[in-house]
């Protein structure tokens, strides 16, 4: 494969929900992108997502609150979810939704904290901050992974 087309299967990677950091670094490292680059081109795509995200929340939400059984459906999940969630949000606020998207497991990632944070109100600049704060260190930990793996798998491959 050329260049262009890893780096374009590797932002795909980056910004989609479920492979998220996962998924774009490792395909990069794999394909032969040197690890710093990866990271930094992986972790600078997937923290676009969270305005991205606010933004389609946002313009869906107000397109959709017009509609009765949208409001009905939507006011219940929230109450639900703010119930729930009340003690926990206050308790750790900003920074939880930080170590929640720092966390590389399938589905804690920058799509979920942000959709987290929208639907229990929080603050819109905090949580871009502690979705790139979480970004990043959900980067540095996919990224060591990813190298201490291929090293460790050295040992089993003979160079020639």
Not at 25 to 33: K, Q, R
Not at 50 to 60: I, M, Y
Request: charge should be positive.
């Amino acid at each position: 494969m050329n260049t262009p087309v890893i780096l374009l299967w590797t932002a795909l990677l980056s910004f989609l929900p479920i492979s998220e950091l996962r998924g774009g670094i490792p395909f990069a490292i794999a394909n032969g992108i040197p690890w710093y680059w990866a990271y930094l081109y992986c972790a600078g795509l997937n923290a676009l997502v969270a305005p991205a995200c606010w933004v389609f929340l946002s313009t869906l939400h107000r397109v959709f609150r017009k509609m009765a059984w949208y409001e009905k459906i939507f006011d219940r999940f929230v109450e639900r979810a703010r119930v729930k969630l009340h003690a926990q949000v206050e308790k750790w606020g900003w920074l939880g939704i930080a170590v929640f998207v720092a966390i590389p497991l399938p589905i804690t990632g920058a799509w979920t904290g942000t959709l987290g944070s929208w639907v229990l109100g929080l603050s819109k600049r905090k949580t871009m901050l502690a979705v790139i704060l979480g970004v990043l260190t959900s980067g540095a930990i996919v990224t060591a992974v990813m190298l201490l793996g291929v090293q460790a798998l050295r040992i089993f491959v003979k160079e020639v």
